[in-house]
């Protein structure tokens, strides 16, 4: 018997501006160079074609400071919820299976645990503002 798959990436209607807020934080968070290419001696050894150092990078961020503002509230969350927040909105790696079989979850409750998050990412956010 084939297993239903459980869809992680799906967003609930409710979580619609959290997740508006939390896509302006993904791209905040990945438009930061890696200190790699700016410290090491070896820059003639990085991969080539992929982000050269003339290469601008290419922003979405709609507001810095409310991705600041969601960058602490993230951070304060409790570490699977971080993290589960980190790999859905910036890491994108490892797989979905991968991440849940890490961390000990099926992939239903790595849909709720997400869920969750949103909910304390809201609820905090409700709270500064």
């Not at 589960?84 to 000990?104: D, E, I, K, L, N």
Request: positive net charge; hydrophobic residues 50%; aromatic residues 10%.
């Amino acid at each position: 018997m084939k297993r239903d798959e459980v869809d992680v990436f799906r967003v609930d209607a409710r979580h619609g501006a959290v997740h508006e807020a939390l896509l302006n934080w993904a791209a905040w968070a990945r438009a930061k160079r890696s200190p790699m290419y700016s410290r090491s001696p070896l820059w003639k050894l990085a991969r080539i074609g992929y982000r050269q150092s003339h290469a601008p990078l290419v922003r979405e961020v709609i507001d810095d400071a409310a991705a600041v503002r969601v960058e602490k509230v993230i951070a304060a969350l409790p570490p699977l919820h971080r993290d589960a927040m980190r790999w859905w909105y910036v890491w994108q790696w490892p797989s979905t299976r991968v991440f849940a079989r890490m961390h000990g979850l099926t992939i239903a409750a790595l849909l709720q645990v997400c869920d969750d998050a949103r909910d304390m990412v809201a609820n905090q956010i409700k709270a500064v503002a």
